[in-house]
């Protein structure tokens, strides 16, 4: 990898954003023999309330990797069973105990300590390299065909040239944006709200949903603290904020009472960060020279916390399809077009089920002011445990799970080639 102090490099791969898809894939792709930088705008991984779910198909591609047993090592929550409660009644939902996968649970991680624990692994293989603080500015064009891109980095401007460059930053991609790819809005008719409270050893309460008239609230147990996501309709955030700060803690304590007695920690709006929810997915993922990945890819509803599993699994499917070309040459638009082939079908599956439980769960719920029965569905899963089994495997498998193919689960695979 050529790597002047002019701050011009020349790689085979150049991923733009260091998020879940974008690490992955430079990962995969450094033990696959290809030389590869990845992008990323922030100076480190921490950045709270973002999406913490690992799930059982992620980590059966870190079993596939070698890296297992190292990764839980880390801290997580293990949750094998996922339920709703709805007024006063709670209703199982999804069981991962019965999966076909190493670990049947998903793993509650904060991101950055996924995210950290990928770059370590991958900064073993000599053809991988993590570039902080660098955010990419525009693509490099040339004859029709993108060839690279210009960044800016602490030392000033960067321009890499790359035989493929990869799109994994995030719903409002830049990346996507300046290759012109058109993007299809499916709605979604909710924000998210995200804070924090303190947890407490007689709290009782495990990681759930729970759901009241016009509200609907998910708190994720972090050990010493609840991280909370208070689901709004969409665009009512200046509403809840002219009702003032009191009127907001006084709606959290009413959805979840035991919080009373802590809400006051929301000191203020900068307590509470705003996620816009966005589902949309690219009509093209590719131009000649490009490839664009998860968020940038598809944005997922929250709903089932799935988005991570997606953003990996395109990420397995990237470096498959295209490590072989890219360690002698450049993919040609049919390899890159074969990766959207690949994950399209599943993307488009899942967001179909996402909208279903949206308009049918969701959107019901923030309309209503009038107590809410439960759906029979719902209460079918809950009557009929082994029900539960098919939307566990939905959310902890997916649509169509993808493996880590040979030669690319060893460092020592890469450095031997």
């Not at 770059?119 to 390299?129: I, M, S």
């Not at 660098?134 to 210009?150: P, W, Y």
């Not at 035989?163 to 409002?172: N, P």
């Not at 949309?280 to 000649?288: D, E, Y």
Request: aromatic share 6%.
């Amino acid at each position: 990898m050529s790597t002047g102090a002019d701050e011009q490099l020349s790689v085979a791969c150049c991923i733009a954003g260091g998020g879940p898809a974008g690490m992955m894939l430079g990962l995969l792709l450094a033990r696959a023999g290809v030389d590869v930088v990845v992008l990323e705008k922030h100076g480190d991984f921490l950045r709270d309330f973002r999406g913490d779910t690992i799930h059982p198909s992620t980590l059966e591609v870190m079993h596939e990797l070698g890296l297992l047993d190292r990764f839980l090592q880390l801290p997580y929550q293990k949750i094998e069973r996922l339920g709703v409660s709805i007024g006063d009644e709670i209703l199982p939902f999804a069981d991962f105990t019965h999966l076909p996968t190493r670990c049947r649970f998903v793993a509650l991680m904060p991101q950055w300590h996924f995210l950290d624990f990928l770059a370590r692994e991958a900064a073993q293989t000599p053809t991988f390299a993590l570039r902080m603080q660098a955010e990419v500015t525009d693509l490099i064009h040339e004859s029709g065909d993108i060839v690279g891109v210009r960044a800016r980095g602490p030392g000033g401007a960067l321009t890499i040239r790359a035989r493929l460059v990869i799109g994994a930053d995030g719903r409002t991609s830049l990346v996507r944006e300046r290759a012109r790819l058109p993007v299809d809005d499916l709605g979604a008719p909710m924000d998210v709200l995200w804070f924090r409270l303190s947890r407490r050893a007689d709290d009782g309460v495990e990681t759930m949903g729970r759901v009241v008239p016009g509200r609907f609230l998910v708190m994720i147990d972090r050990g010493d603290y609840w991280q909370c996501g208070f689901v709004i309709p969409k665009g009512t955030i200046e509403r809840l904020r002219a009702a003032g700060l009191d009127a907001f803690r006084a709606d959290m304590a009413s959805v979840m009472p035991f919080t009373a007695d802590r809400v006051h920690e929301i000191t203020s709006w900068d307590d509470v960060k705003l996620l816009t929810v966005q589902v949309n997915r690219a009509r093209l993922w590719s131009r000649p020279g490009l490839l664009c990945i998860g968020d940038a890819a598809h944005a997922m509803s929250p709903v089932g916390g799935v988005g991570i599993n997606l953003a990996i699994q395109d990420a397995v499917a990237a470096a498959n399809l295209l490590a072989a070309t890219l360690r002698t040459g450049r993919p040609t638009p049919e390899d890159l077009a074969a990766v959207q082939r690949r994950r399209e079908w599943p993307t488009r599956v899942t967001q179909r089920l996402q909208m279903l439980a949206q308009d049918g769960v969701v959107r019901p719920v923030l309309d209503r002011k009038t107590p809410i029965t439960p759906p029979l569905a719902l209460r079918l899963l809950g009557r009929f445990p082994i029900l539960q089994r098919l939307p566990g495997r939905l959310v902890g498998l997916g649509v169509r799970p993808e493996h880590v193919a040979p030669g690319h689960s060893s460092p020592a695979d890469a450095a031997g080639r």
